[in-house]
């Protein structure tokens, strides 16, 4: 087929397709330079390390601690006028270790997102991703159960977030590259990831020792 | 303006050592970050402006795919080239920019009326140069950008094989169809 080119005049016309200007080097490198500070401000060792699971579980035993921590008692709740007029401090608390357990639930799901993007071609962790996002998916629904979900932005993408690793989940050995692909388009469609380090900014997921 | 395929061989062997820049960005090294970016920067910029030409546009993917290409760095198993696989990045990136970019547009105007990426307004006797680039612009996704890549920029059907994730037989026929597309669409200008 490479011995049937287009006419000459038409190849030189080809030619003229989009021609480039000269790459701007240094403004790209700026902004590259900027994100991989980034980067390294929010990892400082390799990613390709992280075990999944662990971080997982961890995020999992979290926002179950808190919750058992911050669960409602026997004792009667503020009515809502009282709560709109005068938020109770175990209130805000609550609200605070809601926020801080999403964050970090986020910034695991953002780790879980990339490393499985970045694999969608070789296909050799499926089984390793499953069971992370089998776990993510549990604290995924705890939160959409929770008074973190009551954030319209946060509910929306804990909602889209919930999709993608229903479909990572389900994962097997056996699935294709096509299946694969098909995640892959999905996260990229929804804006899943990019949403995910928007929420999350660089440097702020928080640790069990924050809280 | 650069100079097309005069000035640019994207088969000319790479002037630095990949593995020893790679081994040192995975230390941590931000100045051999530096090197990979000018080493592999304009072969991948210049393919994304081929594929949108538009300046700001193919900055912003070229910026994401090399953020990406560091940040999935560890991942490269040195199956191909690093060049061919920063530039599958790029393709990755561009392609879903351009995606989204149509989607957009069709919300936009509708379907009808969506015109096609990159299309410039009509004039009232197009030379050769701008029947072409409609044309081009005119194919479907698959086949303009192994049009671009092969005829365009000169890359092997091996390397947009290994660059798109397909065979190389796919990338020929498509080429082949491109051609025909294009044949087509411009046969007044086609010489005997």
Known sequence: ?211 | MSDGRLTWNPHAPEPVDDRELIGRVLAGDARAERELYDAHVDRVFRLVYRMVGDSHRAQDYTQEAFIRGFRRLADFRGDSALSTWLCSIAISVTLNGLRGLKRAREREVGLDQAPAIGARPVEADPDLKVRMRRAIDGLPEGYRTVFVMHDVEGYTHQEIATTLGVQPGTSKAQLFRARARLREALADFARD
Do not use: C, K
């Open chain 1, 1 to 211: 087929m490479d011995d049937d080119p287009l006419d000459e005049s038409l190849r030189a016309a080809a030619r003229e397709y989009h021609r480039p200007p000269d790459a701007p080097r240094e403004a790209m490198w700026r902004e590259i330079e900027r994100a991989r500070r980034l980067d390294r401000a929010r990892r400082p060792g390799p990613r390709r390390w992280i075990p999944w699971g662990a971080a997982a579980a961890a995020v999992l035993a979290l926002g179950i601690g808190i919750g058992r921590m911050w669960a409602p008692t026997g004792s009667p709740g503020p009515t809502p006028g009282t709560v709109a007029a005068r938020p109770e401090p175990a209130a805000r608390v609550n609200e605070t270790a809601y926020r801080l357990a999403t964050v970090e639930h986020l910034g695991q799901a953002e780790a879980l997102l990339t490393l499985f993007r970045a694999s969608v071609r070789t296909g050799s962790q499926e089984r390793l991703a499953s069971a992370t996002a089998r776990e993510l998916l549990a604290t995924n629904r705890l939160l959409l159960d929770s008074p973190a979900a009551r954030d319209r932005r946060t509910r929306l993408l804990l909602e889209d977030l919930e999709l993608v690793l229903a479909e990572i989940a389900q994962l097997t050995p056996q699935a294709t590259a096509g299946d694969r692909e098909l995640i892959r388009e999905g996260m990229e469609r929804g804006g899943v990831l990019s949403r995910l380090r928007t929420v999350v900014p660089a440097g702020t997921t928080p640790t069990r020792g924050d809280l």
